[in-house]
């Protein structure tokens, strides 16, 4: 109880020593200001005020950043903030996983920026690499279905398939399936249904499910059997 009354008390600390971000206002229109972001630091240097508590302050901003994502999405489907708060994130906690798969699964396709979801991945090849197989399976997707680079993502499928507990059967068939082709419809299918199947995250499961039945009802392949279920 003491501690989590201690973690309470030092949220609200940081919170209030947090400047505000009143220069990025600069960038946006003005209905921009009424989105408060004072919670996000602005650097690490905020470090040393939060005595230790970094990883407590970083799922503080997972949970304002699903939050902000749920919101967005459900109206004007704007994310200007998704990159600087993943960043973040993973800065101060960059063992944080759901981070990762978030930003590697959302940001190339909602922010329209696969390079910042390319570096995000690649720190957190540095940490998770060995542990989560997902991590280089994301990056090769990133490769192939944005930067339509085959041979590239196919090196990172195989190094997936060889992290702790991977499909290695299924990583290693797409690996080699991918030396040998491009990126097109026919192969985006399946990769999304495996991104679907895999993710542990409940909004990345219900975007690549809206994402998947799009694809479907513009192709003409019956594949209603295999509909992601909601």
Not at 172 to 199: C, D, H, I, N, R
Request: charged residues 20%; positive net charge; glycine residues 6%.
């Amino acid at each position: 109880m003491k501690r989590l009354l201690l973690t309470a008390c030092i949220l609200c600390i940081v919170t209030a020593l947090i400047p505000l971000r009143g220069r990025l206002t600069k960038q946006y229109t003005p209905d921009w200001k009424q989105e408060s972001m004072t919670y996000l630091p602005g650097d690490v240097a905020i470090r040393p005020a939060l005595l230790g508590y970094e990883t407590t302050f970083a799922h503080y901003l997972w949970i304002r950043t699903i939050i902000y994502f749920g919101g967005h999405r459900m109206t004007d489907k704007t994310y200007r903030w998704i990159i600087p708060m993943l960043d973040m994130i993973t800065k101060l906690c960059p063992w944080f996983y759901p981070a990762y798969e978030f930003g590697g699964l959302m940001v190339p396709d909602v922010c329209n920026n696969p390079d910042a979801a390319r570096i995000l991945l690649e720190r957190g090849m540095t940490y998770l690499g060995s542990s989560r197989w997902n991590i280089a399976f994301y990056l090769g997707t990133i490769y192939l279905r944005y930067y339509d680079d085959r041979l590239t993502a196919a090196q990172y499928f195989g190094r997936a398939a060889f992290a702790q507990n991977a499909p290695r059967e299924k990583l290693l068939a797409m690996a080699e399936t991918f030396y040998k082709q491009g990126s097109s419809e026919e192969t985006s299918l399946p990769l999304l249904y495996f991104l679907y199947q895999t993710s542990e995250n409940p909004e990345v499961r219900s975007y690549l499910a809206d994402k998947i039945n799009t694809l479907l009802k513009a192709s003409s392949v019956d594949d209603s059997n295999t509909l992601p279920i909601r």
